[in-house]
């Protein structure tokens, strides 16, 4: 049996994105209503906590944009189609008005494969297809409740997310890898030059810029 599609706005519950004029007050904070932005979701379809800004006095109206575990956060503007699950620790996060929300009906699709299938680069293209050009491209939630998904049967979409999650983790460990190895080697570099170059940046004439001159009049004598 081939597998169904459906319109994504009959499988989810998609919430368009809130003012930016919630947003005047985002600032890299420690307290306050951490706002989830297009900065945030990783290539591993994550959110990175590490880089998570914060309201400090959440403005009224932003209930309605609340995150909760099982979301999808896509970005609608200007890098659209970064997409992001949302883990057990989404806790009171609330998405920017670069993004919308996609609330998964658990029992017609499964979230992970939901995410896995809108980063899926075919799909990707569908919606850029979609975007209204611009000086900045913007997908609207209206063109996005109209997107095809294929659903495979409840049970292979099972086997896909854990088969998904794997490989997740597996990124993940590769990419903390490679950030380790990346420390090491400027490590090893500034280990070795680190003050030959301070040395040579100390021993550096400082050149200051030219005097200017002023111009000399040219005298003309009159003959009278």
Not at 64 to 85: C, E, Q, T
């Amino acid at each position: 049996m081939r597998p169904k599609s459906l319109p994504l706005g009959h499988i989810c519950e998609i919430t368009a994105s809130p003012s930016s004029d919630l947003f005047a007050t985002l600032a890299v904070s420690t307290v306050g209503t951490p706002v989830v932005t297009p900065a945030d979701i990783t290539s591993t379809q994550r959110i990175s906590t590490e880089t998570l800004r914060r309201l400090p006095d959440a403005p009224a109206g932003l209930e309605r944009y609340r995150l909760r575990p099982g979301d999808l956060v896509l970005v609608r503007l200007g890098s659209v189609g970064k997409v992001a699950l949302l883990g057990e620790d989404a806790g009171d996060w609330v998405y920017h008005s670069s993004c919308i929300r996609i609330r998964p009906d658990a029992e017609r699709v499964n979230p992970v494969y939901l995410a896995a299938y809108l980063a899926h680069q075919p799909v990707v293209d569908q919606l850029l297809s979609h975007v209204q050009v611009g000086t900045v491209p913007v997908l609207t939630a209206d063109s996005l409740r109209s997107l095809p998904v294929v659903l495979p049967a409840p049970d292979v979409q099972q086997i896909m997310a854990r088969a998904l999650v794997e490989v997740g983790v597996q990124m993940d460990i590769q990419q903390q890898i490679l950030t380790r190895l990346n420390c090491v080697r400027q490590g090893l570099l500034a280990h070795v030059l680190g003050d030959e170059l301070s040395e040579s940046a100390a021993s550096r004439p400082q050149t200051s810029s030219p005097e200017r001159r002023t111009p000399r009049t040219r005298r003309t004598n009159r003959m009278s």
